[in-house]
């Protein structure tokens, strides 16, 4: 349980933003929302900027973390499709140039190498650029984005939209060192290099193996592909088409953009294999319903026993059939029988792991049993310090938004250690609470029910997909969808607000609820609570929230957040304004945050 009336204490908001919690980079979509259903679609990629320094790509390839938590998901079953409405944003919005953050003419003095271009990299030069510093990106390709680039296929992700955001970062005035991979993290630690503090973010670049019998037989190797490396050959024009057969092992979103890609290039008979059912398949399920649309078949509960190899030739592989059982708590797998599926060629995306061969053991870096490196998973600094890692690099394959956020925490430890503070000291988060009551019966804020069906994404038609690679899937909303889609926002960030002391206990706000999510009642424990609603609070993970004491009858005002729509009915027909809508949002730390304007260094 959680009592609502202590306003002075935030974490009593912080389980009502749920989505917004949900997002590693804490970005305010309820806000961004509201500006895009204004039309103000500018505004609303500065907003989520803020956090999310990719908007548009994000908006095109995030795994959504907020949508699970979205509120909208317990009424309809849909939550609200924030990630394709943070692409709107992106794709309306007008030339951003003159909004963004400045490096000073003068710079602080400081040095900072980061290792890669993806988008940890990129967020800690976003964050530091404006604030003085110097930086130095090392980057081993010809060009800025990381796995962004050579790993999501351009009709996820066209290159003019990477090129764009990262483009903003990288004119900055960060100094890139293209085709300049980092051979030996000694050599850049020396004194000559001069640099103040390192960040890694290398990503994982290197791809699992599946070494079963016929793996290295000199007929298979060249038809058999690590995926993750397989993608980058795609992209770097080596690899422009693919055998009729092909089988695609794993059921990641690696594996669906190798199979996707596969279609693209000749394979027009792409099967994918999986140890599982589907309930465990770790690609989201979007990428497997665009899948299934472009004719991609998925085998179920099949483990990989031996590549099929004839006349030095690659014909085929042969799988167990698996039967999964509970067992005490666990699955455990029983062989069926043995099947051979035939076909020419092989791409392996079954993980990623980290790769650290130009990093030396004796530079004080302690690394662990799985050769990873030690990182404190609140400052992102190694055991050696003034060394930092963020993204994949730093505990194994993510997300783009995971990279973002550990980017934007890696800025303030290096800022806090550049200036000679402790980077433990981790700077407070803050919060404000503001009415939105505008008169008797209007509020700032859209407080309608909008019963409406989440928004269909429109896809290009399949012939002209499959005609060149770099033609993009997804067509994005139309305005009219967009409109429609924000509407179904139950505003999170609006919060009922109550004061008890001014509660007559007349049960209007229980009479008019349309949901019956308030209730008066004796206090008891949470569980008989739970059982005296005027609906039954049966999700156990919602908190319910429940006052002090009202003056009356010591009795206590009871409300389930969990079916609140924040209609704000309840404190339009309080006589006494017991209650109020008030908006919350979430004031974060940065590292520009934290020092001074940057027209105060130059």
């Known amino acids: 349980m959680a009592c609502y009336t ?12 749920d989505c917004q919690y949900a997002c590693p980079a804490h970005t305010n979509v309820p806000e961004y929302l509201r500006l895009i259903a204004q039309g103000r679609y500018t505004e609303s990629y500065l907003l989520n900027r803020e956090s999310n320094v990719f908007p548009g790509i994000l908006g095109r390839t995030c795994d959504r973390p907020c949508e699970p938590a979205c509120r909208r998901g ?59 510093y110097e ?66 973010g290398s990503g994982a670049p290197k791809g ?18 690590i995926g993750i490396e397989w993608l980058g050959s795609v992209h770097f024009g080596h690899i422009d088409k693919i055998s009729p057969r092909v089988l695609i092992i794993g059921v990641g979103n690696t594996a669906m953009d190798c199979c996707r890609t596969s279609r693209r290039l000749g394979g027009i008979d792409t099967k994918v294999v999986a140890r599982r059912s589907r309930p465990y398949f770790k690609a989201s399920p979007w990428e497997l319903e665009d899948a299934d649309e472009e004719g991609i078949r998925i085998i179920e509960n099949h483990a990989p026993k031996r590549f099929v190899i004839e006349n030095g030739k690659l014909v085929g592989m042969e799988f167990e059939r698996l039967r999964w059982t509970d067992d005490n708590s666990r699955q455990t797998s029983t062989v069926i029988d043995t099947v051979i599926i035939p076909c020419d060629e092989v791409i392996l995306a079954i993980g990623q792991d980290n790769a650290f061969p130009w990093i030396e053991r004796d530079i004080g870096i302690a690394f662990d049993v799985h050769d990873m490196p030690v990182i404190n998973k609140t400052t992102y600094e190694s055991t050696r310090r003034g060394v930092f890692f963020g993204g994949d690099a730093a505990w194994g394959p993510q997300n783009i938004i995971w990279a973002v956020e550990h980017g934007h925490q890696a800025a303030i ?46 896809h290009e038609e399949l012939v002209k997909r499959f005609s060149a690679i770099g033609v993009e899937v997804e067509l994005g909303f139309t305005p009219e969808q967009t409109a429609t889609e924000v509407e179904r926002c139950l ?39 739970r059982t005296m609603l005027s609906a039954p609070a049966q999700n156990m993970t919602q908190d319910l929230y429940v006052s002090d004491p009202l003056p009356q009858t010591k009795r206590v005002m009871v409300k ?43």
């Open 560 to 602: 389930d957040e969990d079916i609140c729509l924040h209609c704000g009915l309840c404190a339009e027909r309080c006589p006494t304004a017991a209650w109020d809508m008030k908006k919350f949002e979430l004031v974060l730390p940065y590292a520009l945050s934290r020092s001074e304007p940057a027209a105060a260094i130059a």
């Open 208 to 225: 699992k193996e599946l070494d079963i019998p016929g793996r290295w037989d000199e007929g298979a190797r060249e038809k058999i592909h």
């Open 74 to 132: 317990r009424i309809d079953g849909k939550p609200v499709a924030i990630c394709r409405l943070k692409r709107v944003a992106a794709d309306l919005r007008d030339d951003i140039q003159e909004y963004l953050p400045k490096a000073p003419a003068i710079r602080n003095g400081k040095r900072i190498a980061l290792i890669g271009a993806g988008p940890a990299s990129l967020t800690v030069a976003n964050d530091l650029l404006p604030i003085g």
């Open 491 to 529: 505003n999170c960030d609006i919060e009922t607000h109550f004061e008890k002391n001014l509660c007559i206990e007349c049960d209007a706000c229980v009479d008019v609820c349309p949901v019956n999510c308030l209730t008066i009642t004796p206090n008891a424990n949470e569980m008989d609570l």
């Open 6 to 17: 202590d306003a002075s204490n935030p974490k009593n908001y912080h389980k009502v933003v």
């Open 413 to 458: 430890s290096i800022h806090q250690h550049c200036q000679g503070l402790p980077v433990e000291e981790r700077p407070p988060e803050g919060m404000h609470l503001e009415s939105t009551k505008m008169g008797l019966h209007s509020w700032a804020y859209s407080n309608d029910f909008n019963p409406s069906e989440r928004s269909k994404m429109q």
């Open 135 to 200: 930086v130095v990106i090392y980057e081993k390709y010809a060009r800025a984005g990381g796995l962004m680039r050579f790993n999501i296929p351009a009709f996820r992700l066209p290159v003019s939209v990477l090129d764009e955001e990262t483009g903003y970062i990288i004119d900055m005035g960060a100094e890139v060192r293209y085709n300049t991979p980092v051979s030996s993290l000694k050599e850049l630690l020396s004194i000559s290099n001069n640099f103040d503090a390192i960040f890694v």
